[in-house]
């Protein structure tokens, strides 16, 4: 086993825990970026090009019938054979969390419809289910098995937000285990049905799971309820006859303590499990192989790869399966860095370099690499795994459509959990939703001083009246540090004061002349 460092060159702050890797025709396509897609790939979707120990990444699109797909962080996927006849292959994505921290319960399939050495072009369909679906979930995992010359998906743990008429406002963003149900998914009829197994008491999440024709084995993991990472082992047999499909699980000896750990396959019966935790405080520095037989699987030790001390000494690491018996490791940068977020990256290979130039493995994996959620459970799972499932293959990548995160603005800067003024007291550790229409997340406005910020609501003292109308009104905000700076710059306007005309009169009023008693007298007695 040999370790070989990558530099990561100008966006390795998009490479966070996560995000997963796909693998088509030999090349590796990154997925699930950290925030939301920009201008220049919109798609979120990157070719990931690993030559000359650089990491490096160029935008690829989505055909015109594609559907929408949300950069999706802790998804669950794994490929999905076509036909017999053709060597291509798909990939299911299924679950995980979006930007804004809410959770997906959709399920697409991507497939690969073009590639040049200019532009490499997907298509993605979001799959319409009915029956049993899964809940909104991430952490789990999702595997395909074969019976009887049929095929069918098997989703199985995970974590989810406490249901609404069970929130609190202290545990109002907590998250619980998912049952432990399997779900059995056939994309054929687009049906799913959950099956309940006595075998299977607590739920699990960031576990491992390979698959073989129609077993799958599910290893490790860690539960929420109980805080644990019990050495459990457990064995899915599917059968596909003509009627209604069979579940069965047995519980076997032999397990491991870990969570979030990588496997990778060196061979057609042979994996290797690297990384993760074994417990709160404590990465695993052991590596295993697993060997698969017919209803048989052997965990045995391997030597380990001479790990750096930068390795050995952080608390924390990541990485994923790269294919052909590679794997991607990631540790936190310095603190000194410029850049906080960004990362050091290992390239584990597993077998010899012989071995690394034998042809593609044809058997197919079913393993999902695991990662586990910052913030979730212990304060050392804070830097859970990306999620792979590619080879770190060379390829050709055009240096002038290589993706430059330079030329993007800053996440940092506009995201939900930054300190908008100085009297902020806004903390995501901390926070409970103060509005109505807050769920996870709170709200903001902008503040339209200068080139504009955003503020939160809460912190400027708004009432969610006042909020609701600057949000549908067509007026600009100026949070309390801009307000009377702005009204300051104004320069009075100069008051123009109207001449008042005075009113005509509708009819000119003559003055009517007094009548002296005399007068009077000599009138009477003329017309007498």
């Given at each position: 086993m040999s370790l070989q460092v990558v530099s990561a060159v100008s966006n390795s702050s998009l490479l966070q825990p996560g995000f997963s890797l796909l693998n088509f025709d030999g090349h590796v396509f990154f997925f699930g970026q950290k925030g939301w897609p920009k201008r220049s790939c919109p798609t979120g979707v990157f070719l990931l090009d690993t030559k000359q120990n650089e990491l490096k990444m160029k935008p690829a699109f989505f055909s015109k019938d594609s559907c929408y797909l949300p950069p999706l962080r802790y998804p669950a996927l794994c490929t999905l054979g076509g036909n017999a006849e053709s060597d291509e292959y798909q990939y299911i994505i299924h679950g995980g969390k979006t930007p804004n921290n809410?959770?997906?319960?959709?399920?697409?399939?991507?497939?690969?419809?073009?590639?040049?050495?200019?532009?490499?072009?997907?298509?993605?369909?979001?799959?319409?289910?009915?029956?049993?679906?899964?809940?909104?979930?991430?952490?789990?995992?999702?595997?395909?098995?074969?019976?009887?010359?049929?095929?069918?998906?098997?989703?199985?743990?995970?974590?989810?937000?406490?249901?609404?008429?069970?929130?609190?406002?202290?545990?109002?963003?907590?998250v619980i285990d998912c049952l432990p149900s399997v779900f059995l998914v056939d994309f054929e009829f687009g049906c799913c049905t959950s099956y309940i197994l006595p075998e299977l008491q607590d739920g699990l999440s960031f576990h491992v799971s390979v698959a073989r024709n129609d077993t799958i084995y599910i290893l490790g993991g860690h539960s929420l309820q109980?805080?644990?990472?019990?050495?459990?082992?457990?064995?899915?047999?599917?059968?596909?006859?003509?009627?209604?499909?069979?579940?069965?699980?047995?519980?076997?000896?032999?397990?491991?303590?870990?969570?979030?750990?990588?496997?990778?396959?060196?061979s057609d019966t042979e994996f290797v499990l690297v990384g993760?935790?074994?417990?709160?405080?404590?990465?695993?520095?052991?590596?295993?192989?697993?060997?698969?037989?017919?209803?048989?699987i052997e965990i045995v030790e391997r030597a380990?790869?001479?790990?750096?001390?930068?390795?050995?000494?952080?608390?924390?690491?990541?990485?994923?399966?790269?294919?052909?018996?590679?794997?991607l490791l990631g540790i936190p940068g310095a603190n000194k860095q410029l850049i906080s977020d960004a990362n050091y990256f290992y390239v584990l290979r597993c077998k010899g370099a012989e071995e690394d130039k034998e042809e593609e493995l044809?058997?197919?994996?079913?393993?999902?690499?695991s990662t586990e959620d910052p913030g979730d459970s212990t304060?050392?799972?804070?830097?859970?795994?990306?999620?792979?499932?590619?080879?770190?293959?060379?390829?050709?990548?055009?240096?002038?459509?290589?993706?430059?995160?330079?030329?993007?603005?800053?996440?940092?800067?506009?995201?939900?959990?930054?300190?908008?003024?100085?009297?902020?007291?806004?903390?995501?550790?901390?926070?409970?939703?103060?509005?109505?229409?807050?769920?996870?997340?709170?709200?903001?406005?902008?503040?339209?001083?200068?080139?504009?910020?955003?503020?939160?609501?809460?912190?400027?003292?708004?009432?969610?009246?006042?909020?609701?109308?600057?949000?549908?009104?067509?007026?600009?905000?100026?949070?309390?540090?801009?307000?009377?700076?702005?009204?300051?710059?104004?320069t009075?306007?100069?008051v123009v004061h109207l001449k008042k005309q005075p009113m005509k009169p509708l009819r000119k009023k003559t003055t009517m002349k007094l009548t002296t008693p005399a007068k009077k007298s000599f009138l009477r007695r003329l017309f007498e």
């Open positions: 809410d959770l997906s319960d959709k399920i697409y399939i991507m497939s690969l419809v073009s590639k040049n050495s200019k532009k490499i072009t997907f298509q993605c369909v979001e799959k319409d289910l009915a029956g049993d679906v899964p809940e909104a979930r991430y952490g789990h995992t999702i595997n395909v098995v074969h019976s009887r010359g049929k095929s069918m998906s098997v989703i199985f743990g995970g974590r989810a937000y406490t249901p609404l008429a069970q929130r609190t406002t202290e545990k109002w963003n907590s109980n805080n644990t990472r019990s050495p459990s082992l457990y064995r899915l047999k599917v059968d596909l006859p003509l009627g209604s499909p069979a579940v069965t699980c047995t519980i076997l000896p032999g397990g491991i303590s870990v969570s979030s750990a990588i496997v990778t396959q060196t993760g935790y074994q417990s709160d405080n404590q990465k695993r520095l052991v590596c295993n192989t697993i060997v698969l037989e017919d209803n048989k380990s790869p001479d790990w750096t001390p930068d390795i050995k000494h952080c608390r924390r690491w990541f990485g994923g399966d790269m294919g052909k018996g590679s794997v044809t058997a197919q994996t079913g393993s999902q690499t304060p050392f799972e804070d830097s859970e795994e990306f999620c792979f499932n590619a080879e770190a293959n060379s390829f050709d990548v055009d240096d002038t459509d290589t993706y430059n995160e330079d030329d993007e603005e800053d996440e940092s800067e506009t995201g939900y959990w930054i300190t908008c003024s100085a009297s902020c007291n806004i903390d995501i550790n901390t926070w409970v939703p103060f509005y109505s229409t807050e769920l996870n997340k709170p709200a903001m406005i902008l503040c339209s001083s200068g080139a504009g910020h955003w503020v939160h609501a809460q912190c400027m003292d708004l009432s969610e009246s006042m909020l609701l109308h600057l949000s549908e009104a067509n007026v600009k905000y100026f949070c309390n540090e801009h307000v009377d700076l702005n009204k300051g710059l104004q009075p306007k100069k």
